[in-house]
């Protein structure tokens, strides 16, 4: 299929990784096949009907556009996620995340996710604790549609509320809080892949100066919200983990301080548990 191999050389030529793989994603998109399917048709010319999508899709690329969002989906946990600008797209580092959540508070009865996005770490903790009530919050309407569909495209129930991080859940405690919070400093944004750069929504991005700007705001009140014995998670950016787990240490309020590396060996998660003393 020689459109195939012009356009990995083209991609590859505009700065596009793994040029190949995604031209095979594209085609497979536009065509209606998996790859199996792709390489039994492999020698099959394409109609000019089957290429103005493949022509509008590569070109989207071409500008740098993130692969998820010109295709709409992203897996995660062995669930297929939604996706659009108005999210980030789901990493698989943030698996570790859900991972540790359910080793720590298997038990859980109520959880809340802070910023839920396109909602798959509460759709991901709703699958893995069946028993829970799980609950989401966020600033973005966009958002909160986009989660509201991937829970019921995935057969599970969350309880969506728009709002900055506890305004909507005010009056209510948990077993279990986690967030993925923008943790990206200010200063670095610039310098980011241009998928990353231009097209994810900076919002859910930027952490401020240092990138710790909602770890200060969410560690203090989170104690207010946590039932005895609970249980505060959060995602991390590179060589953050020891600044937050400072920010846990200077509240007082929280022991069992841990942290858990993701598959490229970076402490992606830090976390505490409500200490007594606070309650």
């Known amino acids: 299929m020689k459109v195939l191999n012009w356009t990995r050389e083209y991609l590859a030529g505009k700065g596009v990784e793994n040029s190949r793989l995604e031209t095979e994603w594209m085609l497979c998109a536009a065509l209606g096949l998996d790859r199996v399917g792709l390489y039994i048709n492999f020698d099959k010319p394409l109609s000019s009907e089957e290429l103005a999508p493949f022509r509008e899709m590569v070109a989207r690329r071409a500008k740098r556009e993130p ?37 720590v508070s298997p038990d859980a009865r109520r959880i809340l996710d802070i910023g839920v996005g396109s909602g798959c770490i509460a759709i991901a903790l709703a699958k893995a604790l069946p028993g829970a009530e799980v609950f989401g919050v966020d600033t973005s309407d966009e958002a909160l549609e986009i989660a509201g569909k991937n829970a019921d495209n995935n057969s599970v129930t969350v309880r969506f509320s728009k709002g900055s991080l506890f305004e909507p859940v ?14 990206i400093p200010s200063g670095d944004i610039a310098g980011l892949q241009p998928e990353v750069r231009d097209f994810e929504p900076k919002a859910a991005l930027d952490g401020g100066a240092d990138g710790l700007d909602f770890y200060r705001k969410i560690i203090p009140v989170a104690a207010r919200h946590l039932n005895p014995g609970g249980w505060l998670l959060f995602e991390a950016g590179i060589n953050q983990s020891r600044q937050i ?31 007594s003393i606070c309650r």
């Not at 295709?71 to 540790?100: K, W």
């Not at 005010?170 to 943790?183: A, G």
């Open 245 to 275: 787990l400072d920010l846990f240490e200077k509240e007082e309020c929280y022991d069992s301080l841990i942290t858990e590396k993701d598959a490229g060996g970076v402490e992606r998660v830090v976390g505490g548990r409500l200490a």
């Open 170 to 183: 005010d009056s209510m405690t948990f077993d279990l809080i986690v967030s993925n919070p923008p943790y």
């Open 67 to 103: 692969l998820q969002y010109i295709l709409g989906t992203q897996e995660f946990m062995g669930l297929e996620i939604h996706v659009s600008p108005a999210v980030l797209i789901p990493r698989h580092d943030t698996e570790t995340l859900v991972e540790e959540a359910v080793r």
